[in-house]
Antibody
Framework: EVQLVESGGDLVQPGGSLRLSCAAS????????MYWVRQAAGKGPVWVSR????????TYADSVKGRFTISRDNAKNTLYLQMNSLRAEDTAVYYC???????????WGQGTLVTVSS | EIVLTQSPGTLSLSPGERATLSCRAS???????LAWYQQKPGQGPRLLIY???SRATGIPDRFSGSGSGTDFTLTISRLEPEDFAVYYC??????????FGGGTKVEIK
């Protein structure tokens, strides 16, 4: 059974930093692209970042480019999101998601809440 | 950037009824790279349909997807109590990597 468990969400002040983690199990982690997607309260999901299976190809939404960094440790089956210079508009539930064999996301975690407020 | 518009915003139906959800894209979706997800409160989304019309693993056959180009539809043939939730369409494969619609809430009438 595929499991994705996010952690690291917290209340942080504007301008602060946070590192999210996602522990993966139930599949060959090193074979799949992985994603971070966020969802503000009452809104639809929004793609944040993607990393390829080897960890040497990353893409970012314009809204987070230069502030967020996605990475992975295939030996530890773990995905990360380093978030710097956080803004109030980054407040959301952050989901870790697995890329599927057919190109879309096929599994999501339960999410971790990031709140940016003074 | 492809913008996805879902309608209606809310669908009020009774168990056993048929639900028809629409997703319209601002430009043609490449190779029918269109997916549908179900989301319940406090949970991450669950993949229902990929490639516009293929059911994901374990999804009941009362869920079906259709469409191509810019117009796509998710149909739930007979609503079960567990189907009342929010549904999102998503395009994949074009820049930006993933784009989601605003969602349709299917609520109990």
């Amino acid at each position: 059974e595929v499991q994705l468990v996010e952690s690291g969400g917290d209340l942080v002040q504007p301008g602060g930093s946070l590192r999210l983690s996602c522990a993966a199990s139930g599949f060959t982690f090193s074979s799949y692209w992985m994603y971070w997607v966020r969802q503000a309260a009452g809104k639809g999901p929004v793609w944040v970042s993607r990393i390829n299976s080897d960890g040497d190809g990353m893409t970012y939404a314009d809204s987070v480019k230069g502030r967020f960094t996605i990475s992975r440790d295939n030996a530890k089956n773990t995905l990360y999101l380093q978030m710097n210079s956080l803004r109030a508009e980054d407040t959301a539930v952050y989901y870790c998601a697995k890329g599927g064999d057919y190109g879309c996301v096929d599994y999501w975690g339960q999410g971790t809440l990031v709140t940016v407020s003074s | 950037e492809i913008v996805l518009t879902q309608s209606p915003g809310t669908l009020s139906l009774s168990p056993g009824e048929r639900a028809t959800l629409s997703c319209r894209a601002s430009q043609s979706v490449r190779s029918s790279h269109l997916a549908w997800y179900q989301q319940k409160p406090g949970q991450g989304p669950r993949l229902l349909i990929y490639g516009a019309s293929s059911r994901a693993t374990g999804i009941p056959d009362r869920f079906s997807g259709s469409g191509s180009g810019t117009d796509f539809t998710l149909t739930i043939s007979r609503l079960e109590p567990e189907d009342f939730a929010v549904y999102y369409c998503q395009q994949y494969g074009s820049s930006p990597e993933l784009t989601f619609g605003g969602g349709t809430k299917v609520e109990i009438k």
